[in-house]
């Protein structure tokens, strides 16, 4: 199972950005994914995650400013950044948690991590 990232950029302050993230491989089918973000000399912290049935959850810090959703045919999450700030400034990783078979609980997947800097 892989996670392709993609979206990231030097925006400025206000701005916004969309990440996508798409998972490919042989798979049975993908519970919860979500959006992390690691910013330098800190830890990775939750942005935001959503369930396959579309529940959402979000970091305070980006409450009312990004939304999560997610395309269960194409096994593909997004992230839209709006009104972004510099403190967003991090890189940006994707998760997932993929269930192989029928017959296996899900097991956690990472992408590869997308650079957002928010700059003027």
């Known amino acids: 199972v892989q996670l392709q990232a993609s979206g990231g950029g030097l925006v400025q302050p206000g701005e916004s950005l969309r990440l996508s993230c798409a998972a490919s491989?042989?798979?049975?089918?993908?519970?919860?994914m979500a959006w992390y973000r690691e910013a330098p000399g800190k830890q990775r912290e939750l942005v935001a995650g959503i369930t396959r049935g579309m529940g959402t959850n979000y970091a305070d810090s980006v409450k009312g400013r990004f939304t999560i959703s997610r395309d269960n045919a194409k096994n593909t999450v997004y992230l839209q950044m709006n009104s972004l700030k510099p403190e967003d400034t991090a890189v940006y990783y994707c998760?997932?948690?993929?269930?192989?078979?029928?017959?296996?609980?899900?097991?956690?997947?990472w992408g590869q991590g997308t650079l957002v800097t928010v700059s003027s």
């Open positions: 491989g042989s798979f049975f089918l993908i519970d919860n």
């Open positions: 998760n997932a948690w993929v269930r192989k078979n029928v017959y296996v609980t899900a097991s956690p997947y």
